[in-house]
């Protein structure tokens, strides 16, 4: 496993994408699963958004692959953090602490911000499992 630091200062390994990794990836990019099988009728067989993701996460730098991890990384702790913020919504006020009431609201704003950014720095358009994604279509 070789290292290297991503654009983001930590340490990463500069290997190919595992399979985890790039199931992690379509998921944050709003796409439906891979499944194990090249038969079937869904998927980026179908669709040319799908199929450019699959590309680009199959012929990646060493050096994308080490700022992909680190993105992966940040969105995994801004998933946890949305998941915790709902421990705090059946509390309005304790003592002098006010809960922010949009707290869960801006973390999955903040996490959707996150999810758009990898696909952007990907090159495709988010997926349709990204609430704030707009229809967009990849002309290569």
């Known amino acids: ?3 290297t630091l991503s654009s983001f200062g930590a340490a ?7 399979d985890t ?3 992690d990836i379509r998921f944050f990019c709003g796409y439906e699963m891979y499944g194990n099988s090249a038969a079937g009728f869904l998927g980026y067989r179908f669709f040319q958004e799908q199929g450019f993701l699959e590309y680009r996460l199959t012929n990646a ?3 994308e692959c080490a700022s992909i991890r680190q993105m992966l990384s940040e969105m995994q702790t801004l998933r ?3 998941l915790g913020a709902s421990t705090m919504m059946g509390t309005d006020q304790a003592a ?3 809960r922010n009431r949009n707290e869960a609201r801006d973390r999955t704003a903040l996490y959707d911000q996150w ?3 990898l696909c952007r720095y990907l090159g495709v358009p988010a997926g349709p499992g990204i609430a704030s994604a707009q229809a967009g279509r990849i002309i290569v």
């Not at 990463?12 to 595992?18: A, F, K, M, R």
Request: avoid cysteine; charged fraction near 20%.
């Open 1 to 3: 496993m070789s290292d």
């Open 12 to 18: 990463q390994s500069t290997d190919p994408l595992t």
């Open 21 to 23: 990794e790039k199931s």
């Open 61 to 63: 730098a060493p050096s």
């Open 80 to 82: 946890t953090a949305i």
């Open 96 to 98: 002098v602490w006010t």
């Open 115 to 117: 999810r758009t950014q």
